[in-house]
């Protein structure tokens, strides 16, 4: 076991799985010679050679469309999109090339890829920097979409992505990378891709929340405690395919649940947890689940503003105590 | 005279741009019938390009195309009843009818794949390029685009990044002269789209797109390049659509008499004229008809063959989605 | 009065508008010279000149872009994009230009443009020329979404589109172009954003659909009248904003309802329906809500497979019969 | 001289360089202090391609920037305790402390506006062009943009359309040798990009852009040239970035030695140097000092002023949507 940051274990996990095949290589903007903005590629090229690490021009396009066809012909790339606000420029080669090929060629090819990026607010980056845009990558069929919350999900969830025969997109949060956790260094410790993790049990309401707002809704639990109310917080940490046997146990014991995404909430990833939930668990509810995500407007910049809008722990035990009333 | 290809790869290179021409007019003929589905892209006129440009490559070397790539298909050694039971929607097409005409790939020859987003298949073929290059193994990447696709975005971006690490691909830029329907000089100010080669220091060739040889010649050199790790070269061939854009196109923006020009410099007869001093119009002519029965054997096996019954599609199963 | 199809109706909206407001203009692929692969601007270019007209090159990101800021400045573009599948490349001007200035700048700009697109399945074009993606713009803050499936709606929905201060996203649908209905060419007949239409009163199950689905959720009415079951037909039309109080009121009625959207099914546009449904309208479910979509997968090609997965009438009955059983 | 500035133009230019400066360094100091929020990107060093480019212009012509955009605000005339209580978060900012240092817009100065997505700015300046060009207004649009950002695909699509159609837009690439973090020759094979203008029969001039009277003058011409509407140029100012890419950047990338010579070229020295026979020691250090003052003031002024108070988002309830 080694204590260590989010972006640490990240950097372990893509040095490990490196080390482990010839075929895992790195590319973004940045990630070489600088280790990355967030610095998850830290001392990379050094070890593994410019061929396997790769700095990119400002082309996102491109390089998405390449690494699915990289992914293709026997590599299996590891892309770096330095903002998820930037995912727009990468749907396409999402959407219309990694999407379609595995079924409309019968199987002929499969496409082992990860796209890495971080979203979401909370450091005044402002409004095309700040956002959460799971839904975009989420809707797509083809695609899986995990978005760890601790350093041990980080790693384990990265190594299973890396190994995985199919595309995933693994969604970081800039506000994760420098806080710490347990990691158990000695172990290979994969972390199964479609399995959500309870971060806390409970009894009276489930919190189903995803990234950062796990944190979040960890503290909501803690002041719903003081209430008297227990809440289990489940961490999806698997957006997509979902762990709807979790989610069902839970809901089965709680009858009420909150769900908390920090993306927009009209046609947003919350809405498709609260449709599943009604439609699965329908005659256990005893409240219509409730939504806790970012307004439907831009991500302010002003410290104020930007608190204003973003989903925390009081709007989450708001709306927890809105089921319960 | 350099790359130039042996007489039995000229006779192929003939007998594969009939079997292009045949098959593109059997599926206006069936279209017209309305047996076919969807719009059908048809290249007659274009055959030297993508017959020519991919005679060279082998079966480890990678090909990517467009919604117009029956020449490609064909030119990168696939089976034209594998291509026309696709097209026909059967089960036994080479992918089961699930991808239609403009999305055909054959991985075991390399062709990966039709691509109907324009632009789209240029940076396909830079990825396979650059695993190529990782990996050491010595194949070459090419991607045929249309004058259209070389004013999206994604051609830029692809062509520095191809340049700036050498990438073992070829670009060969199919200029017919038209998108759809907008000529080309309504889509850019230069009439010589690989001028900007230079751009990023990248070679670049203009040849006569209705010749086969010529074709053949210009792109070996850059493949050759490629293969030697000397990076990405372009080649821009000009020839001309004879046909509408698609089976649904309505007409009345292609002029008659430059179709009627392009029509008299028809790259089957300037390959067959080339060949008749060596190989004598008998075996030419048995050639043209064993590619025409060819067509028309696939033709009538495909009408004949099933339809795909529907299956859950594996990955959305495997994902634990409802269908 | 008078009967027109689709694709007139359409062309009669952009004549209209073209000669009230001289600001007005068009761009797209081959839009001018040819009047659109649909034919929807036949005439427009000999009628209104090239510089109102404009074909432009195959450059979907910098067309989309530039419609954002040209809106911004004076004029109102009308930006075809020919197909719905080719919105990833629009996206981030959708996504981090449009969706954020009038917010971010504080109201000092505004941006007058609407993109015209179409989507759907049905004529065998393909896994990248079949798609409808309305989540994708449907989800985006700051674009509001409307899709006609009349002609009379497509007229007054895109005159009002083209004179609102905002973007609106304007989805057709391939099959819709050429079918008929009546056309008060006499009145203006606007048709306000925001506002669904009940295609159809019934007491038993609210089918809520979208563009051609609701033509299907039609025929499916007549199917279920057969069965004696009464179902209400509401056309959204405004997919964006959505008209709760019309949802609301049926749903009261018939404590039953039924989505249909020929989009994929996760994170998808019924997704966030079902969830309204359920928010406000908790109490007077007595079923959860049914979604009828495409299946989470690419659309294949040969006709058998593509009509296995498209919505449809059939799939629309059992549904609604599932929220009776 | 062709195009040359007026004496008062390059008083005023000189003044509005040292406004950035002094602005560039209350910024670092404010960060270090951590009284602001967010990355910050200074552009101490490039001051002369800001403020020389857009001088020509006038409020009714629009200017488009980056995330690196303080010189470009300052040039096209917007105040600078505006952009100060901007981006310190103020309700007293240009944008009441909504859009951040990346995005400040001031419409009435035709500054619209800031940009943080590389290369974004680069189509919306085109596209006011368009706006101009269908209303016939004479007003010109430009965008100034980075080398980085000359590798996006939309860079491309942007020049084909503009050269096409004769948009009354000009281009000014700001190349200050870094994407963030990494140097240009790594980010594509060629170092002059503006070479790549000929691929759209456009002009382009390279200039000095450390020298403000040699960057007026190369863009003048171009404005006037798209205000005559003989359509689009292109201007490659080479500079240097004498800071981190933002306040966040670790370094350890920039060769000081480089950093050194570029800082004996410093825009503001090299603008006094020529300006000192006819203006006189005294009358520029006047200047200085009162440039330097004002952004004292701004500083201090704006650090007293409030934070705004949120308020539901104008469209988003117009939506009736939940907030
Ligand atoms: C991104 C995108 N935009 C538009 C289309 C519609 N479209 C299909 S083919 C075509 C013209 C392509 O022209 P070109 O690249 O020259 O190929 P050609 O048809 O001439 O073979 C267009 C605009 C598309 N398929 N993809
Ligand atoms: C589309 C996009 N990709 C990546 C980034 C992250 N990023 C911000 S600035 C920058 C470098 C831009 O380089 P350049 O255009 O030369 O501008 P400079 O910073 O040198 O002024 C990058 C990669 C971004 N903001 N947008
Ligand atoms: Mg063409
Ligand atoms: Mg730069």
Known sequence: MAMMRYAEALNLALREEMTRDPSVFLMGEDIGTYGGVFKVSRGLMEEFGESRVRDTPISEQAMTAMAVTAAMTGTRPVLEIMYADFLPLSLDALINQASIYEYIWNGQVQMPFVLRTQGGGGAGAGAQHSKALDALVAHVPGLQVVAPVTPADARGLLKSAIRDPRPVIFLEHKLLYNTRGEVDTGAEDLVPIGKARIARAGSDVSILATSKMVIEAEKAADLLAQDGISAEVIDLRSLRPLDVATIQLSVAKTNRAVVVNEGWRFCGYASEIAATIMELCFDDLDAPVERVTLPDMPVPYSEPLESAVLPNAQKICAAAKKTLA | ?323
Chains 1, 3 share one sequence.
């Not at chain 2, 029965?293 to 199963?317: H, S």
Request: include cysteine.
């Open chain 2, 1 to 323: 005279m350099k790359n130039t290809p042996s007489l039995d790869d000229q006779i192929e290179m003939y007998r594969r741009m009939i079997l292009v021409r045949r098959l593109e007019e059997r599926l206006g003929a069936l279209s017209k019938e309305g047996r076919t589905r969807g719009p059908i892209h048809r290249c007659d006129g274009q055959e030297a390009v993508g017959i020519g440009a991919t005679a060279m490559l082998t079966d480890a070397d990678y090909l990517t195309s467009t919604h117009r790539g029956h020449a490609h298909y064909i030119g990168k050694g696939v089976d034209v009843y594998g291509i026309t039971a696709e097209i026909l929607g059967r089960s036994t097409g080479l992918c089961g009818g699930r991808a239609g005409h403009m999305l055909i790939a054959d991985a075991a020859r390399g062709m990966i794949g039709g691509n109907a987003i324009v632009g789209a298949g240029i940076p396909a073929a830079a990825g396979m390029a650059l695993s190529n290059q990782i990996l050491g193994n010595g194949r070459v990447a090419m991607c045929i685009f249309g004058d259209g696709a070389a004013q999206t975005g994604i051609w830029h971006e692809t062509m520095n990044m191809a340049a700036l690490w050498k990438l073992p691909v070829v670009f060969v830029l199919e200029h017919n002269q038209f998108g759809l329907t907008v000529h080309s000089d309504r889509q850019g100010p230069v009439a010589d789209l690989s001028i900007r080669a230079q751009g990023y220091a990248m070679p670049a060739e203009i040849v006569d797109g209705n010749d086969a040889v010529a074709v053949y010649r210009a792109t070996a050199a850059m493949v050759e390049r490629a293969r030697r790790g000397e990076g990405p070269g372009m080649i821009e061939a000009k020839t001309y659509r004879w046909e509408g854009f698609s089976t649904s196109d309505m007409g009345g923006y292609q002029k008659p008499e430059d179709i009627a020009a392009w029509k008299a410099r028809d790259p089957i007869e300037i390959a067959r004229a080339a060949l008749l001093p060596a190989v004598g119009a008998d075996r030419l002519d048995a050639i043209a008809a064993a590619a025409t029965a060819e067509v028309e054997q696939a033709a009538e096996r495909a009408l004949a063959d099933p339809f795909p019954e529907f299956e859950p599609c594996a990955f959305t199963a495997a994902y634990s989605e409802v269908l």
